[in-house]
């Protein structure tokens, strides 16, 4: 049941930010935003033995994602002061994604202020750490969605992983043996990739459409069974389906923002 409830709030989230990339760009990160706050929302770290180890970690992963999202969103904050701006910042016409690395630090930093105040002494510290900055990662790299919709791409390229997304955690529900349904999913969401390709009025091939919706639904069902093994057996339920399927939605960012940023390669025209 919790993979079932995984997979449709994966493709509910999906579809609300293909709906709002063709709407306004405020309304995606509004969206990315509660994805990055259900990755924060995480079950707790437990041991070999089953046993809880204190790890406060939703305050670096929520950090993290909206620092991502609000740097994707508004790219000129990057500017330093005068003389010295990045780079990167002049070339955000075509989406960015430059976001991550300044919110994994401003997590890291966070992290650590939660460790020190903690008062049961500290076991387990770097497992704990660990664990709070690699969910900092994955609700960073979820704004990937927002820098999609900024590059050349545009809304277009967010449907395309939208339908790689949607086709191959459909088909990872069906009983029958990993690896193959792990075929049948990639060949799934290429097909949903390509389709949507197909239709849209945008400057993107069917093959684009194969490579980007077979990205997308390697990444969300890995997304998907990485939360799921996170959440072990005894979580509540509705972290059970609500994590895992933040997580497939979080994982499927960085294709689908490359795929905005490689639309421009000849073969893929």
């Not at 992963?61 to 904050?77: E, F, H, I, R, S």
Request: a negative charge; glycine letters at 12%.
């Amino acid at each position: 049941m919790s993979r079932l409830g995984s997979t449709l709030l994966a493709l509910a989230l999906a579809g609300v930010i293909t709906l709002a990339a063709h709407a306004d760009e405020l309304m995606v990160a509004a969206v990315v935003v509660l994805v990055q706050l259900l990755v924060a929302a995480s079950p707790p770290l437990t041991s070999a033995t089953g046993d809880v180890i204190g790890s406060p970690r939703f305050a670096a992963a929520a950090v993290a994602g909206v620092v991502a999202t609000v740097l994707t969103y508004q790219p000129d904050l990057l500017q330093g002061a005068g003389g010295n701006s990045a780079d990167v910042v002049g070339a955000t016409d075509t989406g960015m994604f430059a976001g991550v690395l300044p919110a994994v630090m401003a997590a890291v930093f966070v992290a650590l202020v939660a460790q020190m105040l903690r008062k049961d002494g500290r076991g387990q510290l770097v497992s704990s750490v660990g664990y709070a900055v690699t969910l900092a990662v994955v609700a960073a790299f979820a704004a990937g969605w927002l820098g999609a919709v900024q590059s050349l791409g545009d809304a277009d390229v967010v449907a395309v992983g939208a339908a790689g997304l949607g086709a191959g955690l459909l088909v990872w529900l069906l009983p029958v043996d990993r690896w193959i349904c792990l075929s049948l999913s990639t060949l799934a969401g290429a097909a949903g990739g390509a389709a949507v390709a197909a239709v849209v009025d945008a400057a993107m091939t069917v093959f684009f459409g194969v490579l980007v919706g077979a990205g997308a639904a390697v990444l969300a069902v890995l997304g998907q069974l990485v939360g799921r093994i996170m959440v072990g057996p005894t979580a509540h339920p509705a972290v059970a389906w609500g994590f895992p399927g933040a997580m497939a939605v979080a994982f499927v960012a960085p294709i689908v923002y490359l795929g905005g940023q490689l639309i421009t390669v000849p073969m893929l025209r």
